[in-house]
Nanobody, 126 residues
Framework: EVQLVESGGALVQAGGSLRLSCAASGFTFDDYSIGWFRQAPGKEREGICYISISARFSDQDTYYTDSVKGRFTVSSDNAKNTVYLQMNSLKPEDTAVYYC???????????????RGQGTQVTVSS
């Protein structure tokens, strides 16, 4: 059974940093792409990024949506089956529930991936 568990969400002041973790189990980690998306009340879901761990893609590939480019960094620790989302220079508009998702074939959008976690709340105060 594919399981994804996010952690690391918290309340932080604007300009601060957080690192979210996505611990994966139940599948071969390096055959998948892992994506992050967020959902804020009253707003549409927004895809944030993905990291392609699958050997089927050329090397390890990453992608970021424009709103987080330069501030967020996605990385993976294959030995721990964990993907991290380092978020710097946080803004109040980054406030949302953050989800990680996994898929063996898709790269985008992450909310359409086959599996997702339960989400973790990030709140950025002004």
């Amino acid at each position: 059974e594919v399981q994804l568990v996010e952690s690391g969400g918290a309340l932080v002041q604007a300009g601060g940093s957080l690192r979210l973790s996505c611990a994966a189990s139940g599948f071969t980690f390096d055959d998948y792409s892992i994506g992050w998306f967020r959902q804020a009340p009253g707003k549409e879901r927004e895809g944030i990024c993905y990291i392609s761990i699958s050997a089927r893609f050329s090397d390890q590939d990453t992608y970021y949506t424009d709103s987080v480019k330069g501030r967020f960094t996605v990385s993976s620790d294959n030995a721990k089956n964990t993907v991290y989302l380092q978020m710097n220079s946080l803004k109040p508009e980054d406030t949302a529930v953050y989800y990680c998702a996994a898929d063996p074939d898709r790269l985008w959008p992450p909310w359409e991936f086959k599996s997702r976690g339960q989400g973790t709340q990030v709140t950025v105060s002004s």
